[in-house]
């Protein structure tokens, strides 16, 4: 516990340890409370969420001096209590946590383990991080951002010529710290914060849902988080590398505008993009094969094999081809062989969420980033923030101004510039724009139209979950391998579409929370632990995002009177998805469960309906300053330069039109490297 005082008496962890007991009790494994419950929540109420001491004080006094276990159920605090301890015993926490040398009974319970294969190893991409003090006053180019919009711009640009400062506001922490909590990292729903979640007590947003605002802080669902650190999202994504199709460009003209949707074209066409995608494929290296039923053949092919199907992947393979659909091998940003000197997949179980322990997984921290230092034009600060960018009399940006906690104070400096390149995502864009107004745009900098904010998008995620008679899951990795993207355009009363795959392998944690939010097995109890210990090996999920069709009214926006750690107004997130997401979900949802079904689940059960009192966001998030041909319903001109500011370019997911039904991290690779190369002055 950091040696910090616990919030809770003495009787109070005698009445969590009862419920513990009661939540996973002993049997041929031990029980939560054996294996260190009281000692878990103690460190998250003092160490992690300082905030939930007085919700776990309501849920023990619900439980009482003799909980009862159906009881603690039926209050809402006290579920969540059950819950959060259930988590930590299948997350192994407490278990000296980070040691994989002891397995924790839970996961031996479950037949669970990290590296089936044995063969990690410590890797990890060195990076010449340079000291704040030791800034330069001015750079050609200030690029804010380290993730795949802002790491693929660093390494045109430098390599260009320029002189580059790279502004990350996250840390760089090691390998080894990003591959072994289960309930601390980004992908986790656990609500603790991540290894990638830096001052997450001095960062909220407010969130808006159903016009009511609260403060939310990163772990929380509203604060719509991606990792912040080096490599941003790229370094413990899950790497799915799929290029949109010609109709994602072309959504209006396909399918028209819905109702209070926001849907348009993309002011460029895949054509436009094709050459950058190849790029991309090429320089950051993709594995994978087959065709996509929605584009032509890559100009260029992948320049790696896919890594070999899993076990659940070829039982969904055949399940395909009974039911008449086609199918792929998930294209992903995972060296399948050894490729640019670093070593290919080992197939561990731990992908998505976690920082690949060989340095397989492709990411901006070891490729565009070492790429662009190497020029030794390059400069990458990190645990720094953009807190504005600065113009003249005229309205000209002419540096960015920065700002930092160091020795327990604010440290600021404005650094100049001739150009700027944001890519803090679309959620920390917009609010940089805002932040930045002045005499001559008031509202924000590029915001006279009210359009920096808008369209905020992500993707709002159809699947299914499936039980089967016999063991499934054989934990080999990375888990996303087999797709069916037949239903991404061309269904019937549907706007769009999307991708469905099978799921990367869950952790204990994860597989947890799919079983009992499916309904699939108890949430606690003895009866919860031996349904637990049965399911989790005979458990497959298919899932994918869809298409969604946006509005205007989902948006970021900023709050001015809530502000972060350096007094600046942070994000607020407004608005809801739309009906026709909600009706795209359900069609998606039917065909995984279609899929599962046929491939002999025994009992399944779909997506519950995406919360339609709030807007979309989180990992994909997207759209916030799109790009467009008039000034009066974008942000960006088609080469991401923010309009009326010819020295400020947008080269994140903030550009997309639409967000296509697939992950988008190739699309912004592609963009950037559309974007930055135009700069350059070295299209394709």
């Known amino acids: 516990m950091d040696d910090q ?16 007991e009661l939540a996973v009790p002993a049997d041929d494994f031990p029980s939560a409370a054996d294996t260190g419950a009281v000692a878990f ?24 001096v003799e909980p009862v276990l159906d009881k603690v159920l039926a ?87 320029r002189s580059v400062l ?80 010609p109709r994602d460009f072309a959504m209006a003209s396909t399918y028209g505008v819905p109702e209070g949707s926001g849907l348009a074209d993309w002011p460029i066409s895949y054509a436009d993009l094709e050459p950058y995608y190849s790029l991309a494929e090429q320089r950051f290296g993709v594995s994978g094969g087959g065709v996509d039923p929605w584009h032509e053949a890559r ?7 896919p890594l070999p199907r899993p076990g659940p992947a070829r039982r969904l393979a055949a399940a395909a081809e009974r039911l008449g659909w086609g199918t792929l ?49 390059c400069t990458l600060v990190t645990e720094t923030t953009a807190e504005r960018l600065v113009t003249d009399g005229g309205g000209r940006v002419t540096g960015v101004a920065l700002v930092a ?27 940089l724009l805002l932040n930045s107004a002045h005499d001559r745009e008031p509202h924000g900098l590029g915001n006279n139209h009210d359009q920096v904010g808008r369209y905020l998008q992500a993707h709002v995620y159809a699947g299914a979950v499936g039980l089967f008679d016999d063991e499934v899951v054989d934990l080999v990795g990375p888990g996303a391998s087999i797709a069916t993207c037949d239903f991404r355009h061309g269904n019937d009363a549907i706007v769009g579409g999307g991708m469905l795959a099978n799921e990367f392998v869950p952790t204990p944690a994860a597989s947890y929370d799919y079983l009992t939010a499916a309904g699939l097995i108890p949430p606690a109890g003895a009866a919860g632990k031996q349904a637990m210990r049965h399911a989790a ?56 469960r279609q899929w599962l079904a046929e491939a002999g689940a025994v009992r399944t059960a779909v997506a519950g309906v995406s919360n339609t009192r709030q807007a979309s966001g989180g990992q994909h998030q997207a759209g916030s300053c799109r790009m467009g041909d008039d000034p009066a319903r974008s942000v960006t001109d088609p080469y991401g330069r923010v309009w009326g500011h010819e020295n400020v370019r947008i080269a994140d997911g903030s550009v997309h039109v639409t967000n296509g039904g697939v992950n988008p991290v190739l699309t912004i690779l592609a963009g950037s490297l559309r974007i930055a190369s135009h700069l350059a002055g070295t299209p394709l």
């Open 5 to 20: 005082a616990s919030l809770l008496t003495s009787e109070q962890r005698l009445i969590l340890a009862r419920l513990a």
């Open 41 to 64: 929540v103690e460190r998250v109420v003092t160490v992690d969420r300082p905030d939930w001491g007085p919700r776990v004080m309501r849920a023990l006094e619900v439980a009482g």
């Open 75 to 161: 209050d809402v605090d006290g579920a969540w209590l059950v819950h959060l301890v259930v988590q930590g015993f299948y997350a192994g926490d407490g278990h000296l946590p980070g040691a994989y040398g002891n397995r924790p009974p839970a996961w031996t319970m479950v037949g669970w383990q990290p590296d089936r294969a044995g063969t990690w190893k410590s890797a990890g991409t060195e990076l010449t991080i340079t000291p704040r003090s030791a800034l330069g006053d001015r750079y050609d180019c200030v690029i804010i951002g380290s993730g795949a919009g802002g790491g693929a711009a660093a390494q045109v640009l430098a390599e260009s010529g």
């Open 166 to 245: 790279v502004v990350e506001t996250g840390r760089y922490p090691s390998t080894a710290s990003l591959t072994h909590d289960h309930l601390r990292n980004p992908r986790s729903v656990a609500g603790l914060p991540a290894v990638t979640d830096p001052d997450p007590q001095g960062r909220p947003r407010v969130s808006v849902v159903d016009g009511e605002p609260r403060v939310v802080l990163p772990p929380d669902a509203g604060w719509s988080n991606n990792a912040f650190t080096v490599g941003g999202g790229t370094r413990v994504y899950g790497a799915q590398a799929w290029r949109f199709v």
């Open 299 to 305: 100009s260029i092919p992948l320049p790696m094999p």
């Open 329 to 377: 091998d998930v294209p992903l940003l995972i060296n399948s062989v050894s490729y640019q000197g670093r070593s290919g997949c080992v197939q561990c179980g731990q992908c998505v969420g976690f920082a690949c322990p060989v340095e397989a997984k492709s990411g901006t921290h070891n490729t565009a980033l070492p790429a662009a230092l190497a020029t030794g034009r």
């Open 405 to 431: 906690a160091e020795n327990g104070r604010s440290w600021r400096r404005t650094v100049d510039c001739a150009e700027v390149v944001v890519a803090a995502g679309a959620t920390e864009t917009p609010r």
């Open 537 to 592: 090996r005979r458990m497959l999920r298919v899932v994918g995002p869809i298409q969604e069709v946006s509005s205007a009214e989902s948006r970021v926006g900023v709050d001015r009177g809530v502000t972060d750690r350096f007094g600046n107004p942070v994000a607020m997130i407004s608005g809801s998805i739309h009906p026709e997401d909600v009706r795209a979900q359900a069609y998606m949802s039917e065909k995984a």
